[in-house]
């Protein structure tokens, strides 16, 4: 096992292990950076570096001008600042920015909506449903009961016929949509109707998505019927790591910022709030421009992929995210094993395949990154020339082919 092998040739002496530790922080980001193709949909290339390096160690429990710390009044001007930038930018009225993560934004979602022992129903893992969704990780903990929306794996959706028929027999007291893998918009309106005609409430996760709809692309989750979205802030979003939650009802934020402080967090980082600010005016700046390429990219690279004789999923995106079926390559843990070989960075993830829906059936990748870096349409048919020929053998000659796409343009 991996974690053995590292244990057993761990220096004795902490300094020494921890010099070691440094020592692959620097090769990592030297291969990012310098070697690598960065696919990974659930990250970002970074784009701004932290000022006051203090406030990470700022301890702020409570809301601004109600705080448990004496002498915090600066620090009540960052928070609502911040949260003012992400509401606005994700066309929301109001912002709860504390959360450390996606996962434990959407802890507190089910916190506010639902009771230990109520039915939440959620996307299933093949068609993107995450972790935090399902009873192994965070609804679990909230000890709820989780069943699965029908999902159409044509449209790439929820199966609005058979939707209602699942409300009634189930009754869900919260509808989760969003997803790891988002090729298409979901149909938010109607989905939102047939949840609300039957008094449950409706969380669009947005965790991969959020860049694309700070930009006024892909589409508009709270306005289209959703209650509440969520989202990490380090994806498409382009922020430091954490998470956030958005909404327009005042009664639905307070319940959800009420199970975020006192429920889940005291303290919490304060220092990436000012990042997070900036990724939020980025995007309110770039007036679309990032988001449009990043899904041209997507689509670039789709067509280019298709042409390479790989099954695209769906047969193309309108996200930037794109998705190969290799069910027939041995999986996508052992796809994305061998192009991480060739200093391709990318994951596996469920496959909607209407042929036969297999929870890690597939890759998926992200072109946020790339597109940060500066990677363009023109660039994707050698990405995916590399990429065929990367699934199939791995080779030194191909390592190098990748690095120097890299360094076509560098950091
Ligand atoms: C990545 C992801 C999350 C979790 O985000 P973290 O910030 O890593 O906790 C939640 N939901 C979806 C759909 C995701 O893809």
């Known amino acids: ?23 692959a922080a620097g090769l990592h980001t030297r291969r990012v950076e310098e070697e690598a193709l960065l696919l990974y949909a659930g990250g ?35 928070e609502v600042t911040v949260a003012r930038l992400v509401a606005d930018v994700m066309g929301a009225r109001f912002a709860e920015i504390r959360p450390t993560s996606a996962t434990l934004a959407n802890l507190a979602v089910y916190t506010a909506f639902a009771q230990p022992g109520d039915t939440i129903a959620v996307l299933p893992d093949w068609a993107g449903g995450h972790l935090s969704h399902h009873e192994i990780g965070a609804a679990g903990v909230r000890g709820l009961r989780v069943v699965e929306l029908p999902y159409d794996t044509e449209m790439l959706d929820v199966d609005l016929d058979r939707l209602s028929d699942l409300l009634d027999g189930e009754r869900p007291k919260l509808v989760v949509i969003g997803a790891s893998l988002m090729l298409r918009p979901h149909r938010v309106g109607e989905i939102a109707a047939r949840v609300h005609e039957r008094g449950a409430h409706l969380l669009y996760d ?31 979003f382009a922020g430091p790591a954490g998470g956030a939650i958005v909404a327009d009802d005042p ?27 900036e990724a939020a005016l980025a995007h309110a700046r770039s007036g679309g421009d990032y988001a449009d390429r990043c899904i041209a990219n997507a689509r670039a ?11 695209v999923v769906g047969g193309g995106t309108d996200s930037h ?91």
């Not at 006024?216 to 709270?222: A, H, V």
């Not at 934020?253 to 990042?275: F, I």
């Not at 690279?301 to 099954?311: C, D, F, Q, V």
């Open 301 to 311: 690279l789709a067509a280019a992929l298709a042409a390479e004789g790989l099954a």
């Open 44 to 78: 970002n290339a970074p784009r701004v570096a932290r000022e006051f390096p203090l406030l990470s160690a700022q301890p702020s429990m409570g809301y601004p001008g109600d705080k448990y710390q004496a002498g915090l009044e600066p620090i009540d001007v960052i």
């Open 321 to 411: 995210h794109v998705a190969v079926d290799v069910r027939a390559l041995g999986g996508g843990t052992a796809a994305a094993r061998r192009l991480a070989e060739i200093n391709i960075l990318l994951s596996e993830i469920g496959c909607p395949a209407p042929d036969g829906p297999d929870p890690a059936g597939a890759i998926r990748i992200g072109t946020q990154s790339v597109t940060t870096q500066g990677f363009e349409p023109a660039d994707m048919p050698a990405v995916a020339s590399l990429i065929a020929r990367g699934l199939l053998e791995p080779t030194e000659a191909l390592r190098a082919e990748v690095a120097a796409i890299r360094r076509k343009h560098p950091p």
């Open 251 to 277: 009664g639905v934020m307070e319940r959800c910022s009420a199970a975020v402080y006192p429920g889940l967090t005291a303290n919490y980082d304060v220092g990436r709030l000012l990042p997070l600010g």
């Open 1 to 23: 096992m991996r974690l053995a092998e590292i244990e057993a040739t761990l220096p004795a002496d902490g300094a020494e292990a921890l010099r070691r530790a440094a020592e």
């Open 206 to 236: 947005a965790s991969h998505v959020a860049g694309l709809v700070a930009e006024g692309r892909f589409q508009t989750p709270l306005r289209d019927g959703a209650d509440v979205v969520t989202f990490s802030t380090y994806k498409s």
